[in-house]
């Protein structure tokens, strides 16, 4: 008779945008069939969706697959780019009679990359630059990538050192970037840009004895097309870093 191995989480936390993993885990499953069912609100009325029997796929979200380990008793169910509509109850169902299940919350949260300091930053020629950039709910793998202008920063650079910390208490990486001995060709804008999160950035202003009340911004189009850019730079960076992800999966649960 099958079933459930108890030790395993039915309460999973996911980034958005990254790949969530629920695990159910029956033993002595035998001839019989587990099924993923979520458990779907509409209109007031919770109603199940069949989601996957076996190794099939019903749902015509390509983002839901299931995964089987090669033990046969862990059946995954794999959600690519998770959405916070995503969030809610899954059941995982075995076809005994009477049917048995468990059910698993998918908890799904935003990751955010803050700057820390103002929004304009001034500094005065020959001196050093530091910058600070956390993002909360981050994972710990993450590579916080920075950006000066649409140029990623090279930390080859004799001048130049970056950071990163990761604090899992509090699911948050740090990244500081620090460059020395500054010149003009130094300013513009400074972006912190992660995988699985909005990117955040400041405006550094290398002075020379002049008075910052005296400085000018740059005009809005070209902060409009940089904002394209990097929208187009961190959806490009996503891609292949779930890429990755989703090779290395398939090659454990192969």
């Given amino acids: 008779q099958p079933y459930f191995d108890i030790d395993f989480q039915r309460n999973v936390t996911a980034i958005s945008t990254q790949t969530a993993f629920l695990h159910c885990r029956v033993k002595d499953l035998g001839l019989k069939a587990v099924s993923w069912i ?14 996957t029997t076996g190794l099939f796929t019903y749902t015509s979200d390509q983002r839901f697959s299931v995964l089987q380990h090669r033990s046969l008793t862990d059946w995954v169910l794999q959600i690519k780019f998770v959405q916070p509509r995503d969030a809610g109850i899954y059941e995982c169902q075995v076809s005994t009679e009477p049917r048995i299940s468990e059910n698993f919350h998918l908890n799904v949260v935003e990751s955010k990359a803050k700057m820390i300091g103002p929004a304009d930053v001034y500094v005065k020629q020959g001196s050093t630059l530091g910058l600070t950039c956390l993002v ?3 994972v710990e793998h993450a590579t916080i990538f920075w950006y000066h202008d649409l140029n990623v920063i090279d930390e080859s650079q004799p001048i ?11 699911a948050t990486m740090t990244s500081r970037l620090r460059i020395n001995n500054l010149q003009s060709a130094h300013s513009g804008n400074y972006t ?5 999160a909005d990117p955040a950035s400041t405006m550094v202003h290398v002075i020379n004895g002049e008075h910052p009340a005296a400085m000018q ?3 809005t189009g070209m902060s409009h097309k940089l904002c394209v850019s990097k929208c ?4 490009s960076l ?17």
Avoid: K
């Fill in 192 to 196: 912190c840009l992660t995988t699985a």
């Fill in 238 to 254: 996503r891609v292949v870093i779930e890429l990755l992800i989703s090779v290395v999966t398939y090659n454990y649960y192969r």
């Fill in 160 to 170: 130049v050192r970056i950071d990163q910390h990761f604090d899992s208490t509090i």
């Fill in 38 to 51: 979520r458990q779907r609100e509409l209109n007031g009325i919770v109603r199940p969706v069949i989601l």
């Fill in 232 to 235: 187009w730079i961190s959806l």
């Fill in 136 to 138: 909360s709910q981050a």
């Fill in 217 to 219: 911004h740059g005009n």
